[in-house]
């Protein structure tokens, strides 16, 4: 039983220690360190962990935290949008630049600079995504050309962490210890857009979506158990707890989230609402933390290893 | 200029007056009113109209809202999830129910009863699609074999419609009026689930995502000028904005959400983040309601006829 | 058992039709037709309605919705802010207007204009409101001399309605109709410093706020049966189920809010936790209906009497 | 020019170093740095601070960082709620323990435990409340007589302050070091509920709440400059700005936050919009962070001091 207690000021307090305090402050500190005793315990129970965030993630500064996480092997795979691909793509040529809120979109508009909340990032580094992609997609054709068919998502991921240069990449990392990212919809940005522009001269290249099914598949079936480190909503949320049905649901779940539940919207859908679905077991170990991510994420990072 | 001022109580009043009278009441409710004067401009001015919504909407008493959109006619495009086309299937078949937020999770889970929020579908709801899912991939698969190439995600949905024999289904409606339903994420429910067990018979299916991408292109390109009614969050809100950037950006826009700015998360970006990244023009109408699509949707549908 | 299901476009239909429908939709639909079916019981059932709403709301439309409320002397009493109060005051002179989220703070300050969200204020109304308050001051101070004790919020608020001559005034209706308007932070606005100034040239002047306390007490155990429509969060929600403890709790109580309970405020709190406070009965009709009040309670209010 | 870039896990990380590398991370993260280098520079201005919080916050563990804060005299003034004064007290005696957001309710009611989010308090902590206001009251009403007339809230509360000898009280250092509680609405809680009972036998007793005037409006004329530390909404936050509208208001302003601006609520009311009205100054150093202060208040607590 906690007894509900702050603590004193001390000049150099680690994470750690404050972590570890957390659990007397209550709400959605005590929240934060249930989120780290899950994963320590998801990590010792040798659990499968997939890992899901949003794209804006990747725009912040956790695209070098996930990087570290595949560096580290602490997942299993990865869930997320296309932005995340293409950004970790963009930021491995050049970084983008803290703006803030309420910059004057017009303005941004006329000079070539699109926000993200309060993150830049200038039309140039999507004109040397161009550059990359091209070649890329040359690759790509010729891969399906040689195998007889297309290419699923993860498998098209996998080849572009392969020639991305970068330590701080989370696509680079992946490729080399072979941890899949799954991209349901992975024409959904400039990917996309560059993609369209290639198969107006190759109209015979593809992507064949139902080809990460069985990876997938496997991947849930072989676990002994699975954990999932759920970072916001959306089909990167859906897909990995859906993914889970073939074997009755995470046996453990971490959902970091500003999104509520009154609307209905699987983004704000609680994880008790998931054991309704076989999506997390009925005796799961969950918590919800409600947070931006880029506050509470750095937080359990830190604490969260043995 | 508007003065503030609220209305006396009326037995009879209708929604339209409602509505009107918003304009003078201020907060979200001056937005409502706001939406319904775009959405009939971009009518007027004889816009191409992408409507978007995430899948739970689907699960509401708005499918029948959206189907009847489509048999009017009033949209050119869909843009929404996977979980949004199975549950109109599902739904012309046997019902969904009203419960409660907070049912045990549990006993529904060892009753069989899913939980979408306050709204519950029962397993055999899913027996049900099914049933109706088995023969439809053989179906797809002999198409694929006469045509010689795999279809898309839009022709998939096409030919799913021409099945539902349901005066209230959005597909049914969707197929007749030849307007395209975009679903950039396929697979991402229990449609992909029971594709993964046909393929395990069928290795040669498959679905080509990119073979969307040239209607999507088309629609944007070849209309005079777009505008969106995006409903909720996720990829089908990022899908539709950036469809639009190949011509600048969209004209008109009304954003009805309950997501927030404060993350960065594409769910919550203003229409004028959007404006910095070309996806809605510098000189567009639009408005964002910050409300539950299940209240704001209800009362713009009501009020936008002219 | 309700099924979910949504309606056709009927071009007249009526608030009270579409609210009706509304328990079919789902989600936060659903509450507010619940919202409308508890309020009809507490009227039915001749509980002692308690009303709160946060000042803003009486910056929006809404105020003259309330002031119709106590016209019809639907509810019995009323707590909120200083707010209320003097925008109810200030509003009977001269109405405010409608603005937008998003105007230049710093040029609406160089030109005297002050903004609540989408609705803006002058400086003038201030200035009048100042005319108004003065001589209403030396009136009290006159009172309080000839009672020969101060007076208590609820007394002073009875006794500035009776100077407001204008139909849509909420504390016109409300002194007409003794509704006492309690508030418990009388001093926390314009009408505070006003009196900061009055109080400098009369030091013997003052507001006891424990004289309202039998006026509340008694209201509250004095009723068969209680009813709470609580509109937003602040301290006029704590105070109205605080003061139902003594009679174990409301018997009834619906409350609309845009606050969520994960950080443990009082004003996100739900009705379930007010239970555990015997704040509201543990066997009260109750309903959380998640919305900006100026949408939702104009469709509970034109629904709600019989 | 700030790169967004995250970092390397290493193993004792101070909070410090992280919350400099929150500047990097963007969203939330960057607020909360913002937040430390605003408080920094107030402290280095020398401005009178003045730190609000909602009394939910005094329920959770921050109630010793608050205690700490006066007892380092790191703050000149406190607005707060009555809860935050009686939940001080009740602290002092017996620790409040951590439960969950998900208890059945009306089990804790019949075991006569009450429930504050996660947080529980036994109706055991309130019987012991009683015991130490009767005596107190009767302190108050000496007082009263031999001043021969009522005091205001803050001279109670500083009073309240001498009886706590607990060095993990707010109220104890506040009155050791003579900081003043602001406190609008003093009879809003169980602190009001015992005053009830006691002015039945002592009608003579009150409390007047315009004494406080004066000492508010000193503490602000006299300051060189002023900032604000503004957790959580409600009366607090806005007697806290509305105070500083004598001189044109606050020079620096941190707001920690979880409410939003859509619904025109002063609790999600921006900086922004509190420069119209002079509360705020137009060339402040402003920053909202949005987080549930019980994660956001210990990271910049533990940074903020140089």
């Known amino acids: 039983m906690n007894e509900i207690k702050g603590f004193k ?10 972590v570890n305090n957390f659990s007397s402050i209550g709400f959605q500190a005590s929240h934060i360190k249930q989120a780290v005793d899950i994963i320590k315990k998801m990590k010792k129970d040798k659990a499968t962990i997939i890992l899901t965030f949003t794209s804006n993630m990747v725009s912040s500064g956790l695209r070098e935290i996930f990087a570290e996480l595949c560096k580290l092997k602490f997942v299993n795979a990865i869930v997320t949008g296309v932005g995340s691909v293409e950004e970790d793509l963009m930021k491995s040529k050049k970084p983008f630049i803290l703006g803030s809120f309420n910059l004057n979109d017009k303005e941004l508009h006329q000079t070539g600079v699109n926000r993200i909340g ?20 040359e690759h ?6 040689e195998k007889g068919k297309m290419l699923g998502p993860s498998e098209i991921i996998f080849e572009l962490g392969k020639t991305i240069n970068d330590e701080n990449s989370i696509l680079h990392w992946a490729s080399k210890n072979n941890i899949p990212i799954f991209c349901p919809a992975i024409l959904d940005g400039a990917f996309g857009l560059q993609l369209y522009y290639f198969k107006q001269e190759h109209p015979e290249f593809g992507i064949d979506v139902t080809a990460d099914m069985k990876a997938e598949a496997d991947l849930i079936l072989n676990a002994e158990k699975t954990g999932g480190i759920i970072l916001g909503g959306g089909f990167a949320k859906h897909h990995a707890i859906g993914m889970n049905i073939v074997r009755e649901g995470f046996d453990y779940a971490v959902y970091v989230t500003t999104a509520e539940a009154y609307d209905g919207s699987l983004s704000g859908a609680s994880t008790s609402e998931a054991v309704s679905w076989s999506k997390i077991k009925e005796d799961a170990n969950t918590v919800v933390v409600h947070s931006d991510a880029t506050i509470a994420f750095p937080l359990i990072f830190l ?3 043995e």
Chains 1, 2, 3, 4 share one sequence.
Do not use: A, T, W
């Open 118 to 137: 309060n993150i830049l990032v200038e039309n140039s580094h999507y004109e040397g995504l161009e550059d990359n992609l091209l070649p890329f997609f």
């Open 9 to 18: 000021y001390s000049e150099n307090k680690s994470v750690k220690d404050l």
């Open 303 to 305: 604490s969260m290893f």
């Open 140 to 145: 790509l054709l010729k891969m399906q050309n």
